[in-house]
């Protein structure tokens, strides 16, 4: 890498682009980007680094940039069209990711669920116990001189993480996501098989899925879970209002006892697989135990405050697999309130693909609240609406809007969980606004 050139991120407020800027600049490089002017959440950390934001304008591209695009911008984006008019280096993230982890032991991170919260889980345990650069995805990155460890999240999303060859691999889950690209769960797979080939030292797999038991590769799989079928497993696991705490067992063996101040078996499932890798690593337990019992979350993952008397609760959940988590783990910390979904259908394709399984999620709420579906840059419409969703809930569901949220508003003394990839923030600080 030249430190001599400026890495130019076109689309710099992407989770995982703002994350990789991040790294860059924590590493000396020379770093900025442009995007959209709107506010994100993951611009706080750019703004603090110092690094320079711009609005996308072809007149940003000159010479001396080396340009890395985001996935989400064809090549008939200005910018990027311009630098390679121009004659300038340019990478897709993906592709430019697949190189900086070279030299490192590189753990990556991938499931249709559960990689940002496990990614961030990851790095938080091995960044405080030997050096440790980390891409999250949830807009947080770190680039650390001479790092032992890479540990990143490897999206599956377009088959982006095939550009990827770490030593290890976490594989949470495998679903079938991503409608607008992936034809139904076989395509799913083959992408993990695709991913999972390339997996250098050993793959720590959740026991659980069938598909991740179904994967045939030549890289060792351990497999972790809460089965007596499973290499890594969780045993007399306890939960509680103040999170949860588990026995892990390799084979016959005792690591011992684990506390995490996390809620749903999810989080109990997603430490012990970090607890797998860092036993392989031959990382000492007893660090890791004390890490884990430190571990706050990543953001937009189950972060809460409270407006007046009632607990809000905002999470990326967009998924029926991730809802039932969030869900359960707002049962699990708060047994005796009323739990009220608030959710934003995330695209067309995938409200319509999954409507089922959104409907079974989405009534381990007490009550369900919908905002209209999210259109995002690659899909503006489609022949289903939240009104359709609604009627599948066996208790039904109410539409709110940014102009009439009264119904949400009527409840006092509950968990109000927000949920969706969207603007669902844009709701959540109405009804904030209204509450107090």
Do not use: C
Request: no cysteine; aromatic share 12%.
């Amino acid at each position: 890498m030249d430190k001599t050139t400026v890495y130019y991120f076109v689309g710099i407020k992407g989770s995982g682009m703002s994350s990789l800027a991040l790294i860059l600049h924590d590493k000396g490089y020379q770093v900025e980007g442009s995007d959209i002017e709107q506010y994100t959440f993951t611009q706080k950390g750019l703004a603090a680094a110092g690094i320079k934001m711009l609005p996308f304008s072809e007149e940003n591209i000159h010479e001396g940039l080396t340009v890395i695009a985001g996935n989400s911008f064809t090549d008939d984006h200005p910018e990027i069209r311009k630098a390679r008019e121009m004659g300038l280096p340019v990478y897709r993230y993906h592709e430019f990711l697949g190189k900086l982890m070279e030299g490192f032991t590189s753990i990556g991170v991938a499931g249709t669920h559960g990689k940002t919260s496990t990614t961030g889980l990851l790095s938080h345990v091995l960044s405080h116990i030997a050096p440790t650069s980390y891409l999250i995805g949830d807009g947080t990155g770190k680039g650390t001189p001479d790092a032992r460890f890479f540990v990143f999240e490897a999206d599956e999303y377009r088959r982006h993480f095939v550009a990827y060859h770490p030593d290890y691999a976490i594989m949470t889950n495998v679903d079938f996501d991503h409608p607008d690209y992936y034809k139904d769960l076989a395509d799913v797979q083959s992408a993990f098989q695709q991913f999972g080939n390339q997996v250098k030292k050993g793959i720590f797999a959740w026991g659980d899925d069938e598909s991740l038991r179904n994967l045939n590769v030549d890289t060792p799989i351990y497999y972790y879970g809460t089965s007596d079928r499973d290499d890594f497993q969780a045993v007399n696991i306890q939960r509680t209002t103040k999170g949860s705490s588990f026995e892990v067992k390799y084979h016959d063996e005792s690591l011992g006892e684990f506390e995490i101040p996390l809620f749903g078996e999810h989080n109990v499932l997603n430490s012990t697989a970090v607890i797998a890798v860092a036993y392989f690593e031959k990382v000492n337990l007893d660090e890791i135990r004390l890490e884990l019992l430190d571990f706050s979350g990543v953001k937009r993952r189950f972060s809460e405050h409270q407006v007046g008397d009632m607990v809000m609760i905002d999470d990326y959940a967009h998924h029926p697999s991730e809802i039932k988590a969030t869900l359960d783990a707002a049962r699990q910390k708060y047994p005796d309130k009323e739990i009220l979904a608030v959710f934003q259908p995330h695209t067309f394709s995938r409200t319509k693909a999954l409507m089922d399984g959104f409907a079974k999620s989405l009534s381990m709420a007490d009550h369900v609240f919908l905002t209209n579906i999210f259109s995002s840059a690659r899909e503006k419409s489609g022949d289903v609406s939240s009104k359709d969703l609604a009627a599948k809930l066996p208790n039904g569901g109410e539409i709110i809007t940014t102009d009439d949220m009264s119904a949400l508003t009527a409840y006092h003394n509950a968990v109000a969980v927000f949920m969706g990839a969207g603007d669902i923030q844009k709701y959540e600080k109405i009804y904030e606004d209204q509450m107090k």
